[in-house]
């Protein structure tokens, strides 16, 4: 190997010449870095040498690096123009697709609109005075009756059901009477299937998670009787037919009260009436049955801002002017991590764990969903049953649809990745140090697997993009080191700040990007190369576009994305009375077979005793007994090889009690 340096390399010649020691007198500087550098020969002439060959080595990098720049300014990003505009009548707030492909939803400013997914055309209208609904999501529970969990802008939390161009209200969960009791709510989401719900709400400056028990299979039954006598009417040619409003709808159920619960002082004389509130120790408490006294806080805090003056912020307008917790939550399927609730036949392919966590805070919750007997009592404000605990507060979380693999981001910029169905971490990486992550999208993975998979070891990839612009794509796979590649460098110039981060659906390694100074664009995540620009016509430009409104279909054929005129001649009114919304064709870009993989629907577990889940249980360990050997046959010959080392550094006096430990060692 030294002989090939040699060949491209010209060895420096010595810096000094006849070197005389003892003749200080004759001594002149002739190499000047021997002003920084004293070493002897020929040590200089090594460092010498691997200077120069550090040196080249940048050339080349900066050459190549040159080159890919030059070849990628060379290739001309192709433009996609819309292949249709839609005239919607009201202004468009939100979109929703459904997971059957078949219909999306518009939250308008009275109502909302349903869009055919066959020919882009409004199909109907549910107009209601004073509702203008702001925030939207659907979810299909077979025989084409879909679930919608709408907020409107006062804050009222509506759950509506559509079938066969009928729309009804079953509840308005905050629904109130006097002024003084209004809560308010910021979110509303449905579990997939459409099987709880979660409600935040505000009041009073208090925050709190509502979880609800959705009545579907009842819905469905209840709306098919419904449909059965409007064509029996109909059939009898009266003139009076019934309303769907008149449905008496099954009630939902409250599950269970989830809220923030911060540290305070110590409201306990002494340890013992402490350890009185514990339970059997077998979780990771929250920490809030302490004996830390408030002069004890005061102190360390005082002693942190001493040893830390220079690094704190002394503007304190931020932490004054900080908005309420809000909680980010995930409903998870069935998995190792949380096994309750597996001997419960009714439980299977339902979700049986909430996982929760707070804006602002360190621990991440998970509470059991579980299904409450005929004369069961139920807690509506249980205890965590597993707390994560984490370093630094969570910034976004993100999770596998058969919520196998959840992804959590710290404010440290720190990414850990967790198999929920092993029950283990698969990989933590140090993203970004400079900037947080703002959002978290898990790409096609293997880690689905609800049930035994041979392929346990499979990779896993996420999409992180930064709040500085920057997108990294996150490849990790258990028992060896992630990497992180660098799709999108950070970009803080003005209108280059990333609005919104989508993935396509049931399209491979592409995700569509949107910039607030309203570029669209299609990336590719492999290598962070844009496939095309979405360009609107002239005079149109993106609505909104710090936070646009857009959806793709189910197959990812189609993007749906609102906009308005740059230069409006048109009053107020008259821009709410229409809404544009254009589409984009993505089959025009690629051929559909070759890039999308339709993925079926995941399936629960199946198996439902604790046996069964053991006996798999089993299996894995005994498959993974030759690699954990060779691990442990590892650790004892460095055990030994230090053992070794210290009898010979340190005049270690070998006895037999020595000599037995390293004999049964080996």
């Known amino acids: 190997m030294t002989s090939d340096y040699f060949k491209y390399l010209a060895v420096p010649t010595p810096s000094e010449h006849n070197w005389n020691g003892n003749d200080e007198n004759d001594y002149y500087l002739q190499d000047p870095e021997q002003l920084f550098d004293e070493l002897p020969q020929p040590f200089r002439m090594i460092d010498k040498l691997i200077g120069r060959i550090i040196d080249n080595a940048c050339e080349v990098i900066g050459k190549r690096e040159a080159e890919r720049e030059a070849e990628r300014l060379k290739k001309k990003i192709p433009l996609c123009e819309s292949s249709e505009e839609i005239q919607v009548a009201g202004n468009v707030n939100c979109l929703a697709s459904s997971a059957d492909g078949s219909y999306i939803f518009a939250g308008l400013s009275e109502g909302v609109a349903v869009l055919s997914m066959g020919d882009h055309t409004v199909k109907t209208i549910w107009k209601t005075e004073d509702v203008e609904i702001v925030a939207l999501q659907v979810k299909s529970v077979g025989n084409q009756l879909y679930l919608l969990a709408a907020v409107d802008d006062m804050g009222l939390a509506h759950l509506l059901v ?25 979110k509303f989401e449905l579990s997939d299937g459409g099987d709880y719900a979660g409600v935040t709400l505000e009041a009073k400056g208090e925050t709190w998670l509502e979880v609800y028990r959705l009545m579907k299979d009842n819905w469905v039954q209840e709306f098919d009787q419904f449909a059965k006598l409007l064509e029996l009417i109909e059939s009898s040619e009266k003139m009076n037919l019934p309303n769907p409003q008149d449905i008496k709808w099954t009630p939902t159920s409250l599950v269970m009260k989830v809220r923030p619960k911060p540290i305070t002082d110590c409201i306990w004389k002494n340890p013992f009436d402490a350890l009185q509130k514990l339970d059997d120790g077998s979780i990771i408490g929250t920490g809030q049955n302490h004996v830390i006294t408030t002069q004890q806080w005061n102190g360390e805090k005082k002693i942190f801002e001493e040893m830390y003056e220079t690094y704190l912020s002394k503007d304190t307008t931020e932490q004054s002017e900080e908005k ?6 995930h409903f998870l399927n069935l998995g190792r991590l949380l096994p309750v609730g597996l001997e419960q036949k009714t439980q299977v392919g339902l979700p049986n764990d909430l996982c929760v966590w707070w804006n602002g805070s360190h621990v991440l919750f998970h509470y059991i969903l579980k299904i409450p007997g005929a004369k069961e009592k139920i807690d509506l404000e249980p205890k965590a049953n597993i707390v994560w605990p984490n370093a630094s507060p969570i910034t976004c979380s993100a999770v596998e649809t058969c919520a196998s693999l959840l992804a959590i981001s710290l404010t440290d910029g720190t990414v850990t990745l967790w198999d929920l169905y092993m029950g283990l971490p698969i990989s933590v990486l140090a993203v970004s140090v400079d900037s947080a992550i703002r959002s978290l999208h898990i790409l096609e993975s293997s880690y689905c697997v609800p049930s035994a998979s041979s392929n346990g070891h499979s990779k896993a990839q996420v999409l992180a993009t930064c709040k500085s612009g920057a997108v990294y794509l996150i490849i ?26 989508a993935l396509v659906p049931q399209v491979s390694s592409q995700f569509l990007l949107i910039l607030t100074d309203g570029t669209i664009s299609l990336l590719d995540s492999t290598g962070g190369d844009a496939m095309c620009h979405y360009v609107l016509p002239f005079p149109r430009r993106v609505a909104f576009p710090w936070k646009p409104v857009f959806a793709f279909d189910r197959d990812g054929s189609f993007l749906f994305i609102k ?20 589409a984009f064709s993505l089959l025009s870009l690629y051929p559909l077979d ?15 005793t604790w046996e069964k889940r053991c006996e798999q249980f089993l299996q894995e360990r005994l498959k993974s007994v030759m690699r954990r050997n060779e691990e442990m046959t590892k650790c004892w010959h460095q055990l030994q090889h230090h053992a070794m080392l210290i009898r ?8 037999s009690t020595t000599n037995r430990m390293l004999n049964e060692s080996t």
């Open 648 to 655: 010979q550094g340190k005049g270690f006096k070998e006895d």
């Open 476 to 501: 990790a796979n258990a028992h060896t080191e992630g990497t992180i590649t660098t799709l999108k460098e950070r970009n803080e110039a003005p209108g280059q700040a990333i609005s919104a981060v």
């Open 594 to 608: 070759k890039c999308t993989k339709m993925k079926e629907p995941p399936q629960p577990p199946t198996q439902t």
């Open 324 to 329: 309420q917790s809000q909680p980010t939550i």
């Open 162 to 186: 559509y079938y066969d161009d009928m729309f009804s209200s079953i509840k308005v969960f905050n629904a109130f009477e006097n002024i003084s009791e209004r809560n308010t709510c910021s």
């Open 563 to 582: 906009a308005d005129n740059k230069i409006s001649n048109q009053t107020p009114d008259q821009e709410e009375s229409n809404s544009s919304l254009f």
